[in-house]
């Protein structure tokens, strides 16, 4: 599952010097160098300055993200931290804790190195800087100094890689030239470095998705690049972006052997990284793949560019869950009774939840326990506020539409706003969804879905705590044209054109 958790850092000192700088003064005010300096064991030296100093006059403190989706202790891998003042002498400093340092004086220079040995969790992988062997991932979130990430939008940082000769690196940020780039959001900017893997740059309607696979699969590359090509087009319709967007997805494969269809990955701003395992079969690790993309590529949308603060994950990784099953259905890749049973496990989880908690409470606490029942409650919420707005509207909106009107509203240059209260806005707006909302995103109630169930024809029974759920065997015709609309039919009706087609 994606596991992005944005860090949102406050620049304060950096509207103090707006006030006396005009702002032509501040570009591209820091350049950096991240080079390999041995593969084995993996390690990274990097070196920075502040092109234009007196911006970080008043900066003292030095230091690097500690934690992230879950990961621990990142900056213990730190060491050799040097700090240097315009003259190129070095700042005595004191080390008050691994990853947090403080200088005697200003400094404007800095050194380092990392320790980038692959995680020993494996699923760190699609969220961490590691190189392991012959590929690598280089987020510049975890990699640079906490000073440089936060000021993302306000300087800009120009980067040098320096790599083994015959590597490559390949990124969606503003290429210069050979191996040096432009960064303007530099949180959100991934570098994919190494050798031996394949690529394919796809056009879709004018956006360019870069594709690379590392590893030998059980499917062909082609088969992957066409999923990819397939779903990405599905949501540029359902969204109406504009074209000319870029986006890369990066695939790779655990190096151990006994993890049958796990899978761990991250979208960071238009990145896509994933990491599985190969099932049994072929046919099962396409259709794994084919879900894996559908949940990720989602996120390309939402939440990347949404220009949302706050923690609403309950939104984007629970509704992005259902609006993945929905794709899986429409698209013929998932049984409608595999849809039915994915909601009524959810149901089953959302029950045995001995502590209950709004999907609110739930985003905020996201890594301390609550990421099971923010994927299974926000799912079950977007699956009844699809249902609710079905009904209401006899068939002819859907949750598509909320997803449409959110992104269209918020989307980047939009200004940025608290993404929950944007988010409860919009659902708010319709009147069949404030139960909803005020019951099970505001507050923790019991979900209880069984009005909801009834009127789009879906029997629900509950046995041993273990939710069960199936269509109706006679529904009645309204309940039929609900059930249809959430692709009750839709094997049958590919089935059919299929047939008249041959
Ligand atoms: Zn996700």
């Known amino acids: 599952m994606s596991k992005l958790n944005r860090i949102y850092f406050a620049a304060f000192f950096f509207f103090a ?96 190195q990392i320790n980038a040995a692959a995680p020993k969790n494996e699923s760190a992988k699609a969220h961490v800087s590691f190189i392991d062997g ?52 530099v949180e959100k900017a991934v570098f994919y470095i190494g050798k031996n893997w394949r690529e394919k740059e796809i056009d879709i309607s004018g956006d360019q998705v870069k594709f690379l696979i590392f590893g030998e699969r059980q499917f062909s590359d082609a088969e992957a690049f066409a999923m990819a090509e397939e779903i990405y087009a599905f949501y540029k319709n359902l969204f109406g972006a504009e074209p000319n967007q870029k986006a890369l997805i990066y695939l790779s494969k655990f190096s151990s052997a006994q993890s049958h269809g796990r899978w761990e990955a991250e979208t960071r701003g238009s990145n896509v990284t994933i990491f599985s395992a190969e099932m049994p079969f072929k046919t099962q690790s396409l259709q794994r793949l084919h879900e894996q993309l559908r949940h990720e590529i989602f996120h390309l949308w939402m939440p990347s560019r ?61 890594w301390n326990g609550a990421n099971t029942q923010i994927y299974a409650r926000g799912m079950l919420v977007a699956f009844l506020c699809d249902a609710l707005i079905l009904q209401k509207s006899k068939g002819k909106n859907s949750l598509s539409d909320v997803f449409r009107e959110i992104y269209q509203k918020h989307k980047l240059p939009a200004p940025r706003q608290d993404g929950n209260t944007a988010i409860l806005q919009i659902l708010e707006s319709r009147e069949e969804l404030r139960p909803i909302t005020e019951n099970y995103v505001k507050n923790a109630r019991a979900i209880d879905w069984r009005t909801t169930l009834e009127t789009i024809g879906i029997e629900s029974v509950e046995e041993n705590f273990q939710t069960k ?28 054109v299929q047939n008249e087609n041959q």
């Open 469 to 496: 759920l199936k269509a109706k065997e006679k529904p009645n015709g309204r309940q039929k044209d609900l059930l249809d609309r959430l692709g009750y039919n839709n094997w049958r009706k590919l089935r059919k």
């Open 17 to 112: 010097c707006l006030l006396f700088f005009p702002l032509n003064i501040l570009a591209e005010t820091i350049e950096a160098t991240v080079k390999i300096t041995t593969l084995a064991p993996s390690t990274i030296e990097v070196r920075g300055r502040n092109i234009s100093a007196d911006v970080r006059q008043k900066e003292r403190n030095f230091s690097f993200l500690q934690n992230y989706a879950g990961i621990e202790n990142l900056a213990e891998r730190i060491s050799q931290v040097a700090l240097f003042d315009e003259r190129a002498s070095k700042i005595d400093y004191r080390k008050l804790s691994s990853g947090e340092y403080l200088a005697e004086s200003n400094f404007s220079e800095w050194s380092y």
């Open 134 to 185: 012959e590929q690598g991932i280089l987020m510049l979130g975890d990699l640079l100094p906490i000073n440089v990430v936060e000021n993302d939008n306000r300087e800009t940082l120009k980067i040098t890689f320096e790599l083994p000769s015959d590597w490559k690196i390949v990124s969606n940020e503003k290429k210069i030239s050979e191996r040096v780039f432009e960064i303007a959001d």
């Open 306 to 366: 949404l220009n949302f603060s706050g923690n609403y994950d309950w939104f984007y990784e629970g509704f992005a869950l259902y609006q993945s099953l929905r794709v899986g259905v429409t698209v013929n890749r998932l049984r409608f009774e595999d849809f039915l049973d994915t909601l009524a496990r959810a149901h089953t989880i959302d029950n045995l939840q001995s502590r209950k908690i709004s999907l609110i409470e739930a985003s905020k606490n996201r």
